[in-house]
């Protein structure tokens, strides 16, 4: 019998799940760093006084970190490649040289959407974009609805903040709807109808988006949680466009504003203004430490420095149904203890100049801490989003989008294995040796390959892989 049929409450079981969520992850090795964060009890407090402990307190990805997809490239095993040494263009240099966005002649009309299809775009984004990132509150989506209706209806907006935040949500509703369904139905099976109603919809979230370009003048000269959740949208749509650059630009320009309220919290701030700073404030965490991962020397925003001193995310009005409404609450913490824990991996093994993943006496028990790390997180992830390790399809797209994020994990997680496997730097007497390995060493080196082999085989078109992720998932 299918055991969720013997399940606790939608609350009960959502609240046990959010509690293991958040106490699954303190400082990954005990051996690098004594002091481990408490479980999260309202505030976690900052501890620590040098860069160093504020690493480890604070899941950090250091500048210049060696496990970008340009440091494996440059490994000596990949010379027998001479246009990879001779032709290579950097991938900062690929983007940077990229024709710059075009701005459509929009003029002051708007794009018309009957009732219905307002509805459909608002439905998809509140499926897709606001369960990934829960930071809209359903108070502001009506508000959204208003001024849309108000729009079709030839009623002049304002420029202002809500109008182009209007505008941003309407952009990434219509992409939701562009990218829907493509686990099930791949664009090659699509029928030429379907492929010109996605291309429509596409159009249509472009236009709403060159609306919103044009009044981010206005977003920038406000502080406060709706022009911070602007910049935040507006990175989004970016990423949708395979911009990492842009993308990062205005991640960066949300976690200022952020860092900003946090620290100087408005004399009129409500409670729903703190909570959707703080999850805007992890939103960009994941998204910033997602393009550090493979552009380490971006300016950092330094959000990252503080974010153990920072609630997880709290109770805030997100959905009409409790239960979706709490299901993306749990999401959005597996999420944030995913990219907490990848940090503290890269950090660990592979920080510049403090790396563990070349020492050969350090890192197989900093392997072992990680790897246990990761398989705890797995083993407390809610039924709705729990996956096996293999290929076969999960129930639900985010369980899948999970798995992804695991198996890259686990595959950055044991690679230390495989450089020293290609490198024969091994003495022999630590196991390592490439004529004498020992069984550990050779069941580290084909964890790595599968978690490799078994990312790639399940990289599939998942909406928030697409939508968010196409540019990540392509040098991961």
Same mark, same amino acid.
């Given at each position: 019998?299918?055991d969720?049929v013997? !399940?606790p409450?939608p609350?009960?079981?959502?609240?046990?799940a959010?509690?293991r969520?958040?106490?699954?992850?303190?400082t990954?090795v005990?051996e690098?760093a004594?002091?481990q964060p408490?479980?999260?009890?309202?505030?976690?407090?900052?501890?620590g006084?040098?860069?160093q402990?504020?690493?480890?307190?604070?899941?950090v990805l250091?500048? !210049?970190?060696?496990s970008?997809?340009?440091? #494996?490239?440059q490994?000596?095993?990949?010379?027998?490649?001479?246009?990879?040494?001779?032709d290579?263009?950097s991938?900062?240099?690929l983007e940077q040289?990229?024709?710059?966005?075009?701005?459509?002649e929009?003029g /002051?009309m708007?794009?018309?959407?009957?009732?219905?299809?307002?509805?459909a /775009?608002?439905?998809?984004?509140q499926?897709?974009?606001?369960?990934?990132y829960?930071?809209?509150?359903q108070?502001?989506?009506?508000?959204?609805?208003?001024m849309?209706k108000c729009?079709?209806a030839?009623?002049?907006?304002?420029?202002?903040?809500?109008?182009?935040?209007?505008?941003l949500t309407?952009?990434l509703?219509?992409?939701s709807?562009a990218v829907?369904?493509?686990?099930?139905s791949p664009?090659?099976?699509?029928?030429?109808?379907?492929?010109k109603?996605?291309?429509k919809?596409?159009?249509?979230?472009d236009?709403?988006f060159?609306?919103?370009?044009?009044?981010?003048?206005?977003?920038h000269?406000?502080?406060?949680?709706?022009a911070?959740?602007?910049?935040f949208?507006?990175?989004?749509?970016f990423?949708f466009?395979r911009?990492?650059?842009?993308?990062?630009?205005? /991640?960066n320009?949300?976690?200022?504003?952020?860092l900003?309220l946090?620290?100087?919290?408005?004399?009129?701030?409500?409670?729903?203004?703190?909570?959707?700073?703080?999850r805007?404030?992890?939103?960009?965490?994941i998204?910033?430490?997602?393009?550090?991962a493979?552009?380490s020397?971006?300016?950092?925003?330094g959000?990252?420095?503080?974010?153990?001193?920072?609630?997880?995310?709290g109770?805030?009005?997100?959905?009409r149904?409790?239960?979706?409404?709490e299901q993306s609450?749990?999401?959005f913490?597996?999420?944030?203890?995913?990219r907490?824990?990848?940090?503290? #991996?890269?950090?660990?093994?592979?920080?510049h100049?403090?790396?563990?993943?070349?020492?050969?006496?350090?890192?197989?028990y900093v392997?072992?801490?990680?790897?246990?790390?990761?398989?705890?997180?797995r083993?407390v992830?809610?039924s709705?989003?729990s996956?096996?390790v293999d290929?076969?399809p999960?129930?639900?797209e985010?369980g899948?989008?999970?798995?992804?994020?695991?198996?890259?994990?686990?595959?950055?997680?044991?690679?230390?294995y495989?450089?020293? !496997?290609?490198?024969?730097?091994?003495?022999?007497g630590d196991g390592?040796? #490439?004529?004498?390995?020992?069984?550990?060493v050779l069941?580290?080196?084909?964890?790595c390959?599968?978690?490799?082999?078994?990312?790639?085989?399940?990289?599939r078109?998942?909406?928030q892989?697409v939508?968010v992720d196409?540019? /990540?998932?392509?040098?991961?």
């Amino acid at each position: 019998m299918d055991d969720r049929v013997h !399940m606790p409450s939608p609350e009960r079981s959502g609240t046990s799940a959010r509690k293991r969520l958040r106490a699954s992850h303190a400082t990954p090795v005990s051996e690098t760093a004594r002091h481990q964060p408490p479980e999260y009890m309202g505030h976690r407090q900052e501890s620590g006084t040098n860069v160093q402990q504020n690493s480890f307190e604070n899941a950090v990805l250091d500048s !210049m970190h060696t496990s970008t997809t340009e440091s #494996v490239l440059q490994w000596p095993h990949f010379d027998v490649f001479p246009s990879l040494r001779n032709d290579y263009v950097s991938i900062f240099e690929l983007e940077q040289s990229r024709p710059q966005l075009k701005m459509r002649e929009t003029g /002051i009309m708007y794009p018309f959407v009957t009732d219905e299809e307002m509805d459909a /775009i608002l439905d998809a984004f509140q499926h897709n974009v606001n369960f990934w990132y829960p930071t809209m509150s359903q108070h502001q989506l009506e508000k959204v609805r208003l001024m849309v209706k108000c729009c079709n209806a030839g009623v002049a907006e304002e420029q202002s903040v809500e109008g182009c935040l209007t505008f941003l949500t309407m952009a990434l509703g219509c992409a939701s709807q562009a990218v829907a369904g493509l686990v099930l139905s791949p664009r090659s099976a699509m029928t030429d109808e379907e492929l010109k109603r996605r291309r429509k919809q596409r159009e249509t979230g472009d236009f709403y988006f060159d609306h919103a370009l044009r009044r981010l003048h206005i977003v920038h000269m406000e502080v406060g949680s709706t022009a911070t959740q602007c910049l935040f949208f507006t990175a989004m749509y970016f990423a949708f466009l395979r911009r990492p650059l842009q993308a990062w630009e205005y /991640i960066n320009a949300a976690s200022a504003k952020c860092l900003l309220l946090l620290s100087y919290p408005p004399t009129n701030e409500t409670a729903e203004d703190a909570e959707r700073i703080r999850r805007i404030f992890w939103s960009c965490y994941i998204l910033e430490s997602d393009y550090l991962a493979e552009l380490s020397a971006l300016p950092q925003s330094g959000i990252a420095r503080i974010e153990s001193s920072i609630p997880l995310p709290g109770s805030y009005n997100t959905h009409r149904l409790q239960g979706t409404e709490e299901q993306s609450s749990l999401y959005f913490l597996a999420c944030i203890s995913m990219r907490r824990l990848l940090n503290r #991996v890269h950090q660990l093994l592979y920080a510049h100049g403090t790396g563990a993943s070349l020492d050969a006496a350090r890192f197989p028990y900093v392997v072992a801490e990680l790897n246990h790390q990761l398989d705890e997180w797995r083993e407390v992830l809610p039924s709705s989003f729990s996956f096996t390790v293999d290929a076969k399809p999960t129930s639900t797209e985010a369980g899948g989008f999970l798995r992804q994020r695991y198996l890259a994990c686990r595959s950055v997680i044991y690679r230390p294995y495989l450089m020293w !496997m290609l490198s024969g730097s091994g003495s022999g007497g630590d196991g390592l040796s #490439v004529h004498k390995p020992s069984p550990e060493v050779l069941v580290g080196c084909r964890a790595c390959l599968d978690a490799c082999l078994l990312h790639i085989l399940n990289l599939r078109g998942f909406s928030q892989t697409v939508l968010v992720d196409t540019w /990540i998932c392509s040098l991961s």
